[in-house]
């Protein structure tokens, strides 16, 4: 066989090989989010938190505690309706993917502070559910130092902030006097519970990826 037909060989089966390799997922999936901003996914995501301080205003500025509760449901009930466009128009992004779960975390923390204030749920209640995200928004910046990116959101984790979101949402509820709601705050605990039961159990499985990462680097030691 001659020089010029074993090139083409190589150049044929390294042809080949090309060929079977997956294409690159289309810009702004799941797999290839985009660098983009102003997308309309985004946008909702920045109305959703700028609902948060007309929330506290209503609560506690002019102790409107039913017009709160309307916009804290406003609130919680579009948690989901960002991530649907996103994926629905292939308007994923990297700005959506990191800001999403954080506001989901501010508006919890708004309405723990109305709670707190409003003497709404037991104190422990709370610390439950802010102990957790305050682990793991302490574990970030170690992650981000050490160059191991954030685990994503898994479908419990989601399904557990759904869940805190709307206990937390009716506690609020519960605080209408006229007419009276206690029967609301019966409600509150049934998404209470499950809600942070996943939500533990979804922030043991981001622990165990983020140490599966930090294990996977260069230099660090095999586990026993």
């Known amino acids: 066989m001659g020089p010029s037909e074993a090139g083409k060989q190589r150049a044929d089966r390294g042809n080949a090989s090309l060929s079977d390799q997956p294409s690159a997922a289309p810009r702004g999936t799941p797999e290839n989010p985009s660098d983009a901003i ?59 993917i990191a800001i999403d779960p954080f506001f989901d975390r501010l508006a919890v923390a708004a309405a723990a502070v109305v709670i707190i204030a409003k003497h709404l749920a037991p104190v422990w209640a ?29 479908q419990i984790g989601k399904a557990g902030s759904f869940g805190v979101m709307w206990a937390f949402g009716l506690f609020v509820g519960a605080g209408i006097t006229n007419p009276p709601t206690e029967w609301v705050r019966t409600l509150a605990w049934l998404a209470y519970f499950p809600g942070v039961a996943l939500s533990y159990l979804a922030a043991f499985g981001y622990a165990r990826s983020a140490l599966a990462s930090l294990r996977s680097e260069p230099g660090s030691a095999a586990p026993g």
């Open 38 to 96: 102003l997308t309309i996914p985004n946008l909702i995501t920045f109305a959703r938190v700028a609902l948060i301080p007309v929330f506290l205003w209503l609560a506690l500025g002019v102790d409107n505690i039913g017009a709160a509760f309307v916009v804290g449901f406003v609130l919680g009930s579009t948690d989901w309706i960002d991530g649907q466009a996103a994926r629905r128009l292939n308007q994923v992004s990297k700005l959506g």
């Open 126 to 154: 709370l610390v439950v559910v802010l102990a957790r995200d305050g682990l793991l928004l302490a574990m970030l910046p170690y992650l981000s130092a050490r160059g191991v990116s954030r685990p994503p959101v898994t």
